[in-house]
């Protein structure tokens, strides 16, 4: 292994903020103790539960003329059919993903996809192949219910489709969702989407006519998947008693109840969502998207029995990033200052609406303010396509990959023509709104990228040596902002935590997330244990998300929630210190102001062997005398503020070499550099750096979904066809957490782990051009797309 | 089902033949002999990770893929590495089975997974999903091959799949392991 070189050092010394210490529920994960909604919803755990399938379309584009169930109904073992036609389904809204917006769930009003409600729960009109709609069946067992799938004699209308963007928008097209839109299959723009060109500041056209030099360019990002390996899956209990109980592998229990009650008209204090461990989320999409809950909740009341349903991992294959054809136009002063930015942006939404407004539209907003925030002329325009593929929605990463892409590729393009080294150029143009070029954050991370990549002694585009005779190595880089928390915050709406205080000294932490691996269960316990003066050790989070007993639980979206939880706990427990020190005062006959506590000890600040542990101190208390009730419980809500310290920033430097005969691209060594503001816990920030490579080489070098044209059939969904990055693909990577950006509250944090890969795609294809001297400008470079560009393909 | 303590392991034949399905199948998990009447208690079809999981509540597995692609079911048969999802529950009658259940509590692979935190690397595990299966890898790999190296670490866990991309704190906690076992076979001589 690599000589590892650059540990981390806080910009503040804390006690266990920023110390490398083991994950705290790493031990409970390695010997397989903690449970994931799959592990608590076993047939030992619910005897009488019944296993769900939906039908699937074997069609693109169909709808269903008619449906014999008689067949299956008769197959010993299913217990209950639900079908298109049952007036409980018929009447039924239509939905959409998100439409609580993914983290504000407490209307509909503000939903993403308000206005683009086009999924309708176990409808008639397939849009892609495996769309799950028609005719729902539960069994006794999982086969039975496979088993009377096949026995289901059902009519279909086959219609035409499109699976590429050019054949959808064609005259002459089939309209895919005439609901939504009568005249083609174009988005419409929405109150919220707002209008085609997004963004349009300053004179980008004037700016163009004056500039030294302008350059056009255009690069098509691919379709990644997420692919956790916890497979959506829920099972619902609709009890005699009217009441709810859904137990889900969502993100988002709060959304979920939200959505049961939106979609079934029942009082929110009868639907009891849990939500426990999440294996991996990875910006998969949101409850609305998943039509399965819904109906698995109508089989339960229909069957008085708890039904469970699971997707395998051919039916997870079900959203994506947004792919696009972009064209971007630069314009710049020959010293290398951009004057002026064009993006026009064409997706691919494929079959449904759902988060692609993020990728396209609402994440390059953003960016724009917060990445190219000191550009004068921008204009983005971006249009969304519906076909008859998986929909795009919200894979980590989302929007930010894109303009990483797209823009890295411009400005590289346009630093080589200018003669200015890359890096220099991005220290020139790249930062805030709010902040003067050049960014320090932006500067400093790029120079530790820089340093420990070698970046001086990367050769001029494709005159570097050989390598064993055929193979040439490159290097390249790119720069983004980190997740831009504040604003995050700020669209959520206020955030609850509470911390209870035990008689023993020991602490039960309510900071409510659902644990998906990014740590921010860690990152709330060193906020709250080096704020209270306890140890971390003794600090119990509540892992388990359960909106009968538990608050409002932060969605695990925007790499928000480390820093918003932090905060608050923060407050919560300076309130309850101050409450603990006010009482703990009085025994000593001291003020609180001289008092302080460290590992669960009060002590006199200025006489330390003055004290008494937490446990102590309760022990003197007479309940009947003292207003004091034990435990000693704080609640706390953080106000909203629409204070905006801007963002940090990262950057990714890679090493590749390419086999110039055999086409493959590998990554040799990769550096991540990126500022947290402040890491509070640092091998969670650093897991995420290196972690978030596997799906960053991933969409950079392996992964796409690949459908047959004639068919419409995907050929892929599963994981031997559709490769991810393996140990044996892992390359050498150095994380680089850094604190140099400090944003609103005591720790200001930047978020960092959905932010890891955007910069490694763009990266890698400059490196590759580096390397070779001709542009890919598609993910994933693929050995076929090398050997294309150098003109080998027919040999 | 009957639960039945024995105390040696039957060495019995892992491959069953098609046409002769057991009535009774005696397989040791985690110690302890279990007997399942076949047709009653499992189905001749069912897998070792449906058995594990649905019947006797051993969770720790994960079922992922259920189609051998991803390693999240690997457990322990006679103490080689095995895809659970892809192993029918008969054919592993009179063997022993152990799953990450029936690891001892401070098991090194354990703990050194649950340790790893030094600069670098990150954390052995971030979602947790894959974990046990990496776990019992680990453990496959440990016990034919003692002293991997790192070349060998990879191979050995390739087809162990991870989405957080935990791939080079799980390598460096495999390789402590390897390093502690080398440390305590040299203090033994």
Known sequence: MMDKKNPFTPRVPHKYIGQYTPRMDAYDKAIGIIKFSEDITTKRQFPDLLYMKILKSPYPHAKIKSVDTSKAEALPGVVGI???????????????????????????????????????????????????????????????????????????????????????????????????????????????????????????????????????????????????????????????????????????????????????????????????????????????????FIVTALMAKKTGRPVKYRQTRKEHFHDTTTSMEAKIKIGAKKDGTITALDYDMLANDGAYCDLGIAGIKF???????????????????????????????????????????????????????????????????????????????????????????????????????????????????????????????????????????????????????????????????????????????????????????????QVQTDSAVSYILSEAVYQCAMDLKSKLLDKVANKLNRKPEELDIDEGRVFVKASPEIGMTIKEYFDLIDIYTEDTLAPLTCYYNRPLSAEDFGTAYMATFVEVEVDTETGEAKVLKMAVASDGGTVLYPPGAEGQLVGGQCQGLGEGLY????????????????????????????PEIEPIPMEIYKGRGEFGCSGMGEGSPCCTPRAIENAVYNAIGVRINSTPITPMKVLEALGKDGE | MVEKQKSVLNDGDASVPGDAVPDMVRIRINGKWYEFRVGIDIEPQATLAYLLREKLGLTGTKISCDTGECGACTVLVDGKATLSCMTVALSVDGHEVTTVEGLAMDDPVVMAFSHQC????????????????????????????????????RHALSGNLCRCGTYPAVLRAVQHVAEDMRNEREGAK
């Open chain 2, 118 to 153: 030094e600069h670098g690397y990150g954390t052995a595990m971030q979602c947790g999903y894959c974990t046990p299966g990496f776990v019992m890898s680990a453990k496959g790999l440990l016990n034919e091959n003692p002293d991997p190296t790192e070349e060998e670490i």
């Open chain 1, 363 to 553: 994440v390059p907003k953003e960016w724009a303010e917060v990445c190219i925030g000191q550009t004068p002329n921008v204009r983005m325009t971006g249009k969304r396509v519906y076909t008859n593929i998986i929909p795009d929605s919200c894979m980590r990463s989302i929007g930010n990959v894109q303009m990483a892409y797209i823009t890295g590729l411009a400005m590289d393009d346009l630093a080589e023509n200018l003669g200015i080294d890359p890096i220099e150029m991005a220290i020139k143009n790249i930062g805030c709104h709010n902040v003067s070029n050049p960014n320090p954050c932006v500067e400093e991370i790029i120079r530790a990228g820089a340093r420990e990549i070698g970046w001086e002694k990367r050769h001029a585009t494709g005159q570097g040596d050989w390598f064993e005779g055929t193979k040439k190595r490159g290097m390249g880089f790119a720069v983004n902002n980190t997740w831009h928390t504040e604003n995050h915050e700020y669209r959520r709406g206020p955030t609850q935590v509470m911390i209870k205080l035990n008689p023993d000294g020991t602490v039960i932490l309510d900071a409510p997330t659902v644990e998906v691996g990014t740590g921010t269960n860690n990152c709330a316990v060193n906020a709250c244990a080096e704020t209270l003066g306890v140890r971390p050790e003794d600090v119990h989070w509540i892992a388990v998300q359960d909106t009968q007993t538990g608050l409002k639980d």
């Open chain 1, 82 to 292: 639900l079908k298109y036609t049952d007036p409980e389904i018929a009447g039924m809204k239509m939905t959409a993903a998100s439409w609580t917006d993914g983290t504000a769930t407490q209307n509909r009003i503000r939903g993403w996809a308000h206005g683009n409600e086009d999924r309708k729960i176990l409808g008639d009109h397939a849009h892609l192949v495996g769309d799950e709609l028609g005719v729902a069946i539960a069994a006794e067992t999982l086969e039975t219910a496979e088993e009377a799938l096949k026995l289901l004699d059902v009519e279909w209308e086959v219609l035409p489709f499109a699976i590429k963007v050019e054949d959808a928008i064609k005259p002459d097209a089939p309209i895919f969702h005439p609901e939504i839109n009568p005249d083609n299959n174009y988005l419409p723009c929405t109150e919220f989407t707002g209008p085609d060109t997004f963004v349009d500041r300053g004179d980008v056209d004037r700016a163009f006519a004056e500039a030294d030099l302008v350059i056009e360019n255009e690069c098509t990002y691919g379709n990644a998947q997420q692919c956790a390996l916890d497979y959506w899956n829920c099972l619902v209990d609709w009890g005699r008693d009217g009441k709810i109980t859904v137990i889900s592998d969502s993100y988002a229990a709060d959304q979920t109840r939200m959505h049961f009650h939106d979609m079934l008209d029942v009082p929110l204090s009868k639907i009891r969502a849990i939500s426990p461990y999440e294996g991996g989320q990875h910006g998969r999409g949101d409850t609305g998207d998943q039509p399965f």
């Open chain 1, 703 to 730: 992964e796409q979904m690949i459908y047959d044209e004639a068919t419409g059939i995907p050929l892929n969904f599963n994981f031997v066809d559709y490769h991810f990055p393996t140990m044996a693909d892992f």
